[in-house]
């Protein structure tokens, strides 16, 4: 398998790729680049510049499981510094990170990966309600409008794929309107597969594992490869017999040879006469 993977301005949390166009409206936009807006909008929210030019801090949490996350996360503070916001990094090692923003929330922003599909059922993890608490992927943000969850939940239960993409994309416009978090770009994987390869004994390892190569190919096997045993019948083991049993049975025998012969021996005598 082959992974290809590039990155793209993304707009929202449906990323616009062919598998997920059904649910994707390429009218949500949310909102872009733009420092004299920003200072306005801070200034009218009343977090004034100080004497040197901050408004306040905030600390900035990343996995360095993924590098390009760590330099994602130094341009955002790059940015964040022309509009008075100072912004700590604070970089661990995943499972630091894991400990700190899903089970402690103990964090002011976070970076990660996320994905919306194939089946937009996981938006119902990321953006509603019944997402926030403390697992891996979870809400992190706590985002809760119910007008979202409604449209999310109601999303499970049509079967009408037409109606069903709808409600997912009134669903997303609230979402970026409200704007819990902000989504910086989208990296499609394409899989090249090659067919003499069956996961017949691991279903769907090719669509969960092309991503984040998260999953392991244990039972993926090579359709044409010719099977030969080399392992030999094992054999049940056989009953240990005691020694004494062998020395009784010597015994018996010897003892029914003598009586034998005995028999014998007085049959053969002449009688007197």
Known sequence: MVRVNRAFNVTQPVAAIPGQMWFYDPSIQEPQYNVTKANQLLDEAGLKRGADGTRFTLRLAVTNAYPELVKEGELIRD???EVGITVTLVVQEDAAWQDLVWTRWDFDMSMNNFISGPDPVILITYWTGRGIGHFAFSNTPGYNNSDVN????QSLQESDTAKRGDLIKRAMKMTVDDLPAYWILERPYVNALNLDFSDEFQ?????????FNMQRFERVYWTKATITSTQTAVQ???????????LTAAIVMVGVIAVVSYAV???RKPKAG
Do not use: S
């Open 203 to 211: 279903p769907g390892i090719w669509e969960a594992g092309g991503g």
């Open 150 to 153: 409604n449209l999310l939940y």
């Open 265 to 267: 021996r007085a049959r």
């Open 79 to 81: 940015f964040l510094r």
């Open 236 to 246: 049940p083991p056989q009953p240990t017999i005691p020694e004494w049993v062998y």
